[in-house]
T-cell receptor
């Protein structure tokens, strides 16, 4: 059983650019959640994907978008990057069954720096 | 909207001393609460989940619905417990809300 993996590890972009971050779920999991963790703060929920559809969204603008693929891997896309988007982006996978919840398991994160 | 508060950003104790990391929450439904830990240069990992009522690495946490708290406790701190600790609440939609975290430093 493999854990959650994310790529790339680090990324440097400039304001206005677009970025795509990738996440592979833990084996057997069907749900992927993305979080943004600014320096010195706890992770903040961006959105969640279940069965390839967005299943919930936090307080983030539409320029944050995502995808989930049939193999349950996922992408986070951010358009028109701003300096405040500099953060650690965490992906977490879980097995969500109707009427139940499951622990979310986190990847190592992608450190995004916007200059 | 739900909220999780960890009032202490830093907690420093000596090895062998008791530890209590505070967590308070606000949520209109029935909460499901977690403690996650992040050791230096490692990923965020689950420490314990209130529903399982397990004790992991000597840590325990009791959900107090009256005080809306889920404090993490350990009777005797070890140096290897030094890490960032995050309290988190899961809502009915399977989404986690995290507190700001507490850095625990255990001094020799």
């Amino acid at each position: 059983e493999t854990g959650v993996t994310q790529s790339p590890t680090h990324l440097i972009k400039t304001r206005g650019q677009q970025v795509t971050l990738r996440c592979s779920s833990q084996s057997g999991h069907n749900t992927v959640s993305w979080y943004q963790q600014a320096l010195g703060q706890g992770p903040q929920f961006i959105f969640q994907y279940y069965r390839e559809e967005e299943n919930g969204r936090g307080n983030f603008p539409p320029r944050f978008s995502g995808l989930q693929f049939p193999n349950y891997s996922s992408e986070l896309n951010v358009n028109a990057l701003e300096l405040d988007d500099s953060a650690l982006y965490l992906c977490a996978s879980s097995l969500w069954l109707a009427g139940d919840t499951d622990t979310q398991y986190f990847g190592p994160g992608t450190r995004l720096t916007v200059l | 909207a739900q909220r999780v508060t960890q009032p202490e950003k830093l907690l420093s104790v000596f090895k062998g001393a008791p530890v209590e990391l505070k967590c308070n929450y606000s949520y209109s439904g029935s909460p499901e609460l977690f403690w996650y830990v992040q050791y230096s240069r490692q990923r965020l990992q689950l420490l314990l989940r209130h529903i399982s009522r397990e004790s992991i690495k000597g840590f325990t946490a009791d959900l107090n619905k009256g005080e809306t708290s889920f404090h993490l406790k350990k009777p005797f701190a070890q140096e290897e417990d030094s890490a960032m600790y995050y309290c988190a609440l899961m809502d009915a939609g399977n989404m986690l809300t995290f507190g700001g975290g507490t850095r625990l430093m255990v001094k020799p």
